[in-house]
């Protein structure tokens, strides 16, 4: 699957965040768990050069948490800091503003030294499309500043948050990059809707995501369709066709059908990415922090 999207509004976003990062002093970069390395938008790091920077993993609660732990680590030796969220739940929110007070610690010392007591932390949210940023920022400041929805694309223009005396968070636009370096981004960022279903071949992406789960989750995949067993990946078959097959099978054992009596595959494609995203199918990670 060829999946691209760079809506023209993505270009003005970049240089919104490129222009505004005068007036902040760190960046929180909000990532998916699920997808730490896809989730991350690669121009992110030349943008923000210079600024220190706060990785939050959110959705960490979606997620395998002993992968949470080997990505918190890489992200750690990268020179970040790293805070695991829940932002629906809340869970980790709680320790945002010490965190954001420990990266700047020195900086905060400073102001200080010069009489700027009670200086509020200004930073920057910034992250890819429906990855959670504006929940978490409703759930940081307690209240329902920014626009939230499981859509990607909702939040427009710059919008200032006041938490508290002490921390300002500037939310931005989720923002993407101009092309995909390979096939499996895109499609990670399809399957957890970062990228929108209305531009996609959502049975397709299906038939690739059941695949993966045929071949990595199987169990996990058993026991939310109630399946006996997983058919196997016949010689020369690909993972379209493959996982076509196991759609199949979870939709006859859904009782999806069409009139005509076959199975309604068409929905259970819609129903298999609604309910990975809610989190219904498992604690899922889908890619391991590269070996350094």
């Not at 949470?68 to 929110?93: M, P, Y």
């Amino acid at each position: 699957m060829n999946i691209q999207w760079y809506p023209g509004h993505m270009t003005k976003t970049r240089r919104q965040i490129e222009a505004d990062l005068k007036l902040v002093d760190m960046v929180a970069e909000i990532i998916d768990a699920r997808i730490p390395a896809s989730s991350r938008n690669p121009d992110i790091d030349a943008i923000c050069a210079g600024k220190p920077r706060l990785i939050v993993l959110n959705r960490a609660d979606q997620a395998d948490p002993a992968q949470n732990k080997a990505w918190g680590a890489c992200f750690r030796g990268q020179g970040h800091s790293v805070l695991e969220t829940d932002a629906r739940s809340g869970r980790g929110i709680n320790q945002f503003s010490a965190v954001v007070q420990g990266v700047l610690k020195d900086q905060i010392s400073r102001w200080r030294e010069k009489g700027q007591v009670g200086r509020p932390v200004r930073a920057m949210v910034v992250g890819v499309p429906n990855v959670g940023k504006s929940t978490f920022i409703n759930k940081v400041a307690k209240k329902k500043s920014a626009k939230a929805s499981d859509r990607p694309g909702v939040t427009r223009g710059k919008q200032w948050v006041h938490v508290d005396q002490g921390l300002d968070l500037l939310d931005t636009p989720g923002i993407l990059w101009p092309k995909f370096e390979d096939e499996t981004t895109g499609m990670n960022l399809a399957f957890t809707g970062a990228v929108k279903d209305e531009i996609m071949d959502v049975e397709t992406l299906s038939c690739h995501f059941m695949a993966l789960l045929g071949e990595r989750y199987p169990q996990a995949l058993m026991d939310s369709y109630k399946l006996a067993e997983i058919p196997r990946c016949e010689e020369g078959e690909n993972d379209v066709a493959w996982g076509y097959r196991l759609l199949q099978a979870a939709a006859a054992k859904r009782g999806m059908r069409i009139s005509g009596g076959d199975v309604d595959t068409e929905r259970m494609a819609r129903v298999l990415l609604d309910e990975y995203r809610g989190g219904r199918l498992g604690r899922f990670t889908l890619e391991v922090p590269p070996v350094i």
